[in-house]
């Protein structure tokens, strides 16, 4: 298993973890099956009533899709198969709150998790960067979801400066990604006080505001996600180029702000 679920019942708050600190918590197939049925099954356990998401280890809550895996794509221009669509709480259908808790790197596909919590709280180790366009990718989905938690001129040179540059803690909460910063170790104390104190108001007032919140800005992102496949689809680089230039990566200077 690499995902660990712990639920509190005297508070009704569920602490969900990814767990392969060896991988950076990569998201591979099978992590991708256990979070959408995390999400699932929360909708049916009365008991949950707010979750804290984060990543296990200390040196990143999620550094996206697990570069190991093969997801086989269909040869057509107008659609792509894309594992990571699943794996938030608000594509399972789930209104309960979700605070994530970032620790370390958050890159790429993290951001189809943190665009799908209500809000994040980040230690001041936490780093955010999007390496989609250093690998000859399309930065589509990503880049949506965060267009909807920062303003358009971070978001854009988050997603075209790659992993040239990451933003800071700091930064993240100044661009209004990050609602608040803790010191080192420190986020997941913080989002689950905060989760226990929503978790102990009425839940229907709880898991209405969520949807109310969500529905100011559904039918743009919407309409965005929509353009998404074909953008990938003719802005990609082939897979076996991207995977040289990932394999040829190296260790150089970064900057962060």
């Keep these: 298993m690499a995902l660990r679920t712990e639920t509190d019942r005297e508070t009704g708050v569920a602490l ?17 099956a256990e979070l959408a049925a995390a999400w699932r099954s929360f909708r049916f356990d009365d008991g949950v009533r707010a979750v804290v998401l984060t990543g296990a280890g200390g040196r990143a809550f999620c550094t996206g899709i697990d570069r190991g895996v093969d997801v086989p794509q269909p040869p057509s221009p107008y659609t792509i198969d894309d594992p990571l669509l699943t794996i938030g709480p608000k594509a399972n259908d ?17 951001f189809y998790l943190l665009g799908e919590a209500e809000f994040v709280i980040a230690s001041e180790t936490a780093t955010f960067f999007d390496p989609h366009t250093t690998y000859g990718m399309v930065s589509a989905y990503e880049a949506i979801a965060m267009a909807q938690r920062m303003p358009f001129g971070e978001v854009a040179r988050m997603s075209l400066m790659g992993t040239a540059e990451r933003v800071s803690a700091r930064r993240a909460y100044e ?24 978790a102990s108001y009425p ?10 919140v969500w529905s100011a800005r559904e039918a743009a992102r919407t309409q965005a996600m929509a353009h998404a496949p074909h953008l990938i689809a003719l ?15 190296g260790g150089g200077e970064f900057r962060t702000r």
């Design 16 to 32: 969900v973890t990814l767990d392969r600190p060896e991988k950076h918590n990569a998201i591979d197939l099978a992590t991708a």
């Design 94 to 110: 789930l209104w309960k709150p979700v605070i994530a808790a970032v620790e370390g790197m958050a890159c790429g596909g993290a």
């Design 175 to 198: 661009t209004g990604l990050v609602s608040e910063v803790t010191a080192a170790g420190g986020a997941v104390d913080a989002a689950l006080r905060a989760a226990g104190v929503i």
């Design 203 to 212: 839940t229907r007032a709880v898991q209405g505001t969520v949807r109310a």
């Design 235 to 249: 802005g990609n680089l082939p897979p076996e180029r991207q995977a040289e230039l990932f394999r040829g990566r």
